[in-house]
């Protein structure tokens, strides 16, 4: 997302999201939540859904698991999302305080939520493009983005990042680290190990397809 901040090359994209989704829902900041829509409008495919859901699921703010039910009823096509449908089973809300009815007769309703649990009047989450990295950009500038693409977006993608960057992680550290299981880190750094071979400076090089069947080099 593209916010007046020092970027964080390590952020976890769940957690990001997550907290934003707190800010918007919990404490009125309307320009956060539109940030965190945008940003899955754009990059949802490259979320670890499984990771979104556990944290949603957990979550103690029946706003927020409202916002991401909607989310899930938004984007009903990715299946992914299914089990975020039953985090909240109650009436529809109004994502203002007050003011939704009038707003809605004279804009309409934002059509990212209609059908959903969150009533959002047209125009309140504003969608702008330059306010969000376009995927090019962000596999630039995010080793975990860019593992996300190669592998698809998993735990398995998030620990090739980290050991990308420390190929001295133990396993227990890379496991706790991508929030993964100590097996999967076992399994990664064994491949890894496989698979990378020492460069002149000394960093590990991969070389080999990915399960996409892209280069990696």
């Not at 309307?30 to 556990?54: E, I, K, Y």
């Not at 109004?94 to 047209?122: H, K, Q, W, Y």
């Not at 960057?165 to 076992?186: D, M, V």
């Not at 698979?195 to 991969?206: E, L, N, W």
Request: glycine letters at 6%; charged letters at 30%.
């Amino acid at each position: 997302m593209n916010v007046a901040a020092k970027p964080d090359v390590d952020a976890n994209i769940e957690d990001t999201l997550y907290f934003a989704s707190i800010e918007g829902m919990d404490r009125d900041d309307l320009r956060t939540l539109s940030l965190v829509t945008q940003w899955l409008s754009v990059h949802l495919r490259r979320l670890n859904a499984d990771r979104m859901v556990r944290l949603i699921s957990a979550c103690p703010s029946e706003r927020v698991r409202i916002y991401w039910k909607a989310v899930a009823v938004w984007q009903a096509k990715d299946r992914r999302l299914a089990r975020l449908l039953s985090v909240y089973r109650g009436p529809q809300i109004d994502l203002l305080p007050s003011g939704t009815d009038f707003l809605i007769r004279r804009r309409g309703e934002d059509p990212r939520f209609m059908g959903g649990p969150l009533r959002v009047p047209a125009g309140t989450l504003r969608e702008r493009e330059a306010d969000i990295l376009r995927p090019e950009e962000l596999v630039a500038r995010h080793p975990v983005y860019r593992w996300r693409i190669l592998v698809g977006p998993t735990y398995r993608a998030d620990m090739l990042a980290f050991l990308e960057r420390n190929p001295a992680l133990s396993a227990s550290e890379l496991a706790r680290l991508a929030y993964g299981s100590f097996a999967t880190a076992h399994e990664v750094k064994r491949d890894w190990s496989t698979f990378a071979t020492p460069c002149v400076d000394g960093q590990p090089s991969i070389r080999g397809k990915s399960s996409m069947g892209q280069d990696i080099n």
